[in-house]
């Protein structure tokens, strides 16, 4: 599976911004697909994930209420949109995806297999 993310800019505080995550071939239901970003200076962190078999979705605290992921499974895309950007959201964002697993390990970085090369995301204040 290839991931290939973007749709990342500059923006200002409060602005929104929609991140795209093409996939390579159709994964439908056999996939959790999430949404990962490493700021500067930090560990990559999770951010978002939507599971293949249900369609399930599981968000970091930090962005819940903000942030909305969702896939298309017809158009093998899955999409992250971002409201009320902070700059502590500030970061390369990441998308990637794993065989459906058991749902504790959605939010680790350890249990995805395939990454996208990252998209660049910068909020000023």
């Not at 505080?13 to 093409?22: H, I, K, P, T, V």
């Not at 560990?43 to 369609?55: M, P, Q, Y």
Request: glycine share 10%; hydrophobic share 35%; net charge positive.
């Amino acid at each position: 599976v290839q991931l290939q993310a973007s749709g990342g800019g500059l923006v200002q505080a409060g602005d929104s911004l929609r991140l795209s995550c093409a996939r390579s071939e159709r994964t439908g239901s056999r996939y959790d697909m999430g949404w990962f970003r490493q700021g500067p200076g930090k560990e990559r962190e999770f951010v978002a994930a939507v599971r293949g078999n249900t369609g399930t979705t599981v968000y970091a605290d930090s962005v819940k209420g903000r942030f909305t992921i969702s896939r298309d499974n017809a158009k093998n895309t899955v999409s992250l949109q971002m409201n009320s950007l902070k700059p502590e959201d500030t970061a390369v964002y990441y998308c990637a995806a794993r065989r459906t697993a058991v749902l504790n390990t959605i939010r680790d970085v350890v249990a995805y297999d395939y990454w996208g090369q990252g998209t660049q995301v910068t909020v000023s204040s």
